[in-house]
């Protein structure tokens, strides 16, 4: 880009900008306006890059609320409006669970790219059957595992890849609080997806071998809404996940704990949601009979200073820039595939009382 400007001494000075890119600008649908697709929409309405054209909701009133808060906004209860758009490149799906195969799968097939909120399927062979559908459409299909944009997430992912931590022998998270019951699915389809993708980002797409859990429906009877949740790795990583929708207070808690270092991620802390503890315990094997020696270690703690944009927004132009460069997002739909046979695995077992479930790891890996 060219400008002229003044240089002071009456003169006209010719300076050469450097060129900003020009995003081709992208248009997309939004269907689903209960308690989490506004958050999205209020993302996209903000995108320069992004006109947000028509948003669907089966329920009318909720429809005509946004409308009137989006008035540049086409608004309509059928889904089938939005595939009929020639102008519309993508579509974002934020409904209940049970509606996501039958709704992603009719946008990829209309030739959408697909977003789709976690989990990406209420089972793991309509996940599958996604992720080809997908491949065969050549369309991007990326699910919402919003928690793998946050920067404490991926600080911690920074520094496992880094070898920080040395040897990793467990994690153990907790992510509990009181509410919100979901009247369709468990604990565990609605908060494992965020622990499960959340460890397969951070252990670069490595599965369990099996998976226990035990819960109980304490409230609704058929709803399990506490969920305790065992998982060992080929590595020899465990890893205890406790999810609950009946807590005393709310924590978003996982420690990660390594032959090195140690490290809490606490995502409710805003001031220092990772803390890497130089600590550790190192044991000298016994030189004489008797003689049985650790010794503890506890150094520095430290904080990293860590970026402050919101998830939601870079996990969103992750999804733009997927589109617009054809690479997969962060959170790809492999990922996401994942996510739900490790869920399922964990409900299973959940049916069965605790008894481990075997996931087929080779099989997963191929
Ligand atoms: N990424 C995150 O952090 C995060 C957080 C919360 C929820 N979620 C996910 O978002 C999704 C929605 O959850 P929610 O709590 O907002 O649900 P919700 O029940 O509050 O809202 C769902 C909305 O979808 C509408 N709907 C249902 N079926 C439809 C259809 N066939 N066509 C058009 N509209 C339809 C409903 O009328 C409702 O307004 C779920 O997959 C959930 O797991 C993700």
Redesign the pocket.
């Known amino acids: 880009m060219v400008l002229r400007r003044d240089n002071g001494h009456g003169h006209t000075q010719v300076v050469v900008a450097p060129e900003r890119p020009q995003l081709e600008l992208m248009t997309v649908g939004l269907?689903?306006?209960?308690?989490?697709?506004p958050n999205l929409l209020r993302v996209l309405a903000d995108f320069p890059d992004v006109e947000v054209r028509t948003i669907?909701?089966?329920?009318g009133d909720?429809l005509e609320r946004f409308q009137r808060r989006y008035p540049t906004v086409a608004a309509t209860?059928f889904?089938g409006e939005l595939l009929a758009d020639p102008e519309i490149d993508a579509i974002l799906i934020?409904?209940?669970?049970s509606?996501?195969f039958?709704?992603a799968s009719r946008a990829l097939r209309a030739g959408k790219h697909t977003f789709?909120?976690?989990?990406l399927a209420p089972s793991s062979a309509e996940a599958a059957e996604l992720v080809t559908m997908a491949r065969d459409l050549d369309r991007i299909l990326m699910c919402?595992?919003?928690?793998l944009y946050s920067p404490a997430v991926r600080a911690v992912k920074d520094l496992l890849s880094r070898g920080e931590l040395g040897d990793l022998y467990f994690i153990s998270s907790s992510r509990v609080n009181l509410g919100?019951h979901?009247r369709d699915v468990s604990v565990v389809w609605?908060l494992a997806?965020?622990d499960f993708s959340i460890l397969l980002h951070w252990l670069d797409g490595q599965m369990p071998e099996s998976i226990s859990t035990i819960g109980r429906d304490a409230v609704v009877h058929g709803i399990p809404d506490v969920a305790f949740i065992d998982l060992t790795f080929p590595s020899g990583l465990i890893a205890h996940v406790e999810l609950s929708w009946l807590a005393p207070s709310k924590l978003r808690r996982t420690a990660l704990v390594g032959s090195e270092k140690m490290v809490v991620y606490d995502d409710v802390s805003s001031a220092e949601p990772v803390k890497i503890f130089d600590h550790g315990v190192v044991y000298q094997d016994p030189e004489t009979f008797g003689q049985y020696h650790l010794s503890y270690r506890t150094g520095d703690v430290v904080a990293p200073k860590l970026d402050t944009t919101e998830p939601?927004a870079l996990q969103l132009a992750d999804f733009l820039n997927s589109i617009r460069t054809g690479e997969q997002p962060v959170a790809d739909m492999e990922l996401a595939r994942r996510v739900v046979s490790m869920v399922e695995a964990a409900e299973q077992s959940l049916e069965i009382g605790g008894a481990p479930v075997i996931l087929e790891t080779l099989a997963e890996r191929s």
């Not at 669907?56 to 329920?59: E, H, L, P, T």
């Not at 789709?116 to 989990?119: L, N, Q, T, Y």
């Not at 919402?144 to 928690?147: E, I, K, N, Q």
Request: contains cysteine; proline residues 11%; charged residues 20%.
């Open positions: 269907v689903g306006l209960g308690y989490w697709g669907c909701d089966a329920d909720r209860p889904l934020a409904t209940p669970i509606t996501h039958d709704l789709v909120e976690k989990p919402g595992h919003t928690f919100l979901q609605d997806p965020h939601i």
